[in-house]
């Protein structure tokens, strides 16, 4: 009986490697950060079923080898770290199979050939004048091709910096620097994942409206848009925040301001630049009286100065110290004020005074007539 062999084929030591694959409560993917911290820039994502080769492990992250010798990190908690499975597996051929008895072919007929080259030649029965070839004209070798333009101009372009292509044929560097990490512009030193080194236009010619969109990985967008309509709106967690329109009004949470600065509770600056407090019964609740000892008492506690803004030290200005003021004119956090809190104790203490003068000047009349 013939025996029987296994052929091994040998695996490379690559495929011995550990990968990064998704955890199991990972519905579609997982980010992969520049840096192990969860604030970190997102720089790409490992979706369910694929994998990456796995650098190392720290704390709470696995590091993962990505393209252009770049790396990155993926949470511990949304990932684990699996050997890498080979990409080939041992095949075993049956000796009694086609491809043994094909090797058992080749090797008879190398034999037979082995064989026929030992036999004596014939022994001729003619004479043959032996004639000395001709020796062969020596040729000179061809001149290798010179190598194509691109790698004649290889030497030329910077490391990191891709190659631009001229009208000659020739290459060399562009303005675009990449370092695996961060793009650059305009300049060969970035300090984000993408910096430009002067303007920006975006200009979208099938629509009306152009902007720029920014999302982060928990799916929150922020966005500058300019419609047709020449209203530039700036935009945060998905809902316009600040909008100007064509004459220049700003409104914050407003979508059509009609003043120069406008306010969502319906605060606003006028055109003349007074500063307008929205006061409607309709916006206000618990409504009470301000009994007038209770402002008298808060009136008389108030003390007044004069000061300057540490910011603005050429203009000196007359007013109260959030922290001293009494209980009843000071906010929550006494780190400011209201004006109008202040103007509305004061016209209660004015208006007690002005009864208490009316009522002096008619008991004075009673008593001239007597």
Do not use: C
Request: hydrophobic share 40%; charged share 30%.
């Amino acid at each position: 009986m013939r025996k029987s062999f296994a052929l091994l084929l040998l695996l490379p030591l690559a495929a011995l490697a550990e990968v990064v694959v998704p955890a199991d409560k990972v519905e579609d993917s997982v980010n992969i950060r520049l840096e192990p911290d969860a604030s970190s820039d997102v720089v790409g994502e490992l979706h369910k079923g694929t994998s990456l080769p796995h650098v190392r492990s720290i704390d709470g992250w696995h590091e993962v080898e990505l393209e252009g010798e770049a790396t990155g990190y993926i949470s511990a908690d949304w990932s684990r770290v699996e050997p890498n499975p080979p990409e080939a597996e041992a095949e075993e051929v049956d000796a009694d199979g086609a491809e043994a008895e094909a090797a058992e072919e080749f090797v008879e007929e190398a034999a037979e050939a082995v064989v026929e080259d030992r036999a004596e030649p014939a022994v001729a029965t003619e004479r043959v004048t032996a004639v000395e070839p001709e020796p062969e004209p020596e040729l000179e070798p061809e001149p290798e091709p010179p190598p194509p333009a691109a790698v004649q101009d290889a030497s030329r372009v910077d490391r990191d910096v891709l190659a631009k292509g001229h009208r000659s044929g020739e290459l060399g560097n562009s303005q675009i620097f990449d370092d695996g990490n961060r793009v650059g512009i305009g300049t060969r030193e970035p300090q984000q994942r993408l910096e430009v080194n002067g303007s920006i236009q975006i200009n979208d010619q099938n629509s009306n409206v152009a902007g720029l969109i920014i999302t982060q990985g928990s799916g929150d967008t922020g966005y500058i848009m300019h419609n047709r309509a020449s209203t530039l709106t700036l935009g945060a967690g998905s809902v316009d925040r600040i909008t100007i329109d064509r004459d220049g009004n700003v409104g914050f949470a407003v979508a059509r301001p009609e003043h120069p600065l406008e306010m969502a509770s319906g605060a606003h600056v006028t055109a003349g630049g007074v500063w307008t407090n929205r006061s409607s019964r309709d916006s206000k609740e618990a409504i009470a009286a301000l009994l007038a000892d209770e402002a008298l008492v808060a009136v008389m506690q108030l003390e007044p100065v004069s000061f300057r803004y540490k910011a603005e030290q050429g203009e000196r200005y007359l007013g109260f110290i959030a922290e001293d003021v009494p209980s009843l004119l000071a906010s929550h956090d006494r780190k400011s004020l209201s004006t109008m809190d202040i103007v509305a104790a004061l016209t209660r203490v004015v208006q007690e005074q002005q009864r208490r003068i009316e009522a002096l000047e008619d008991e004075l009349d009673a008593r001239s007539k007597h």
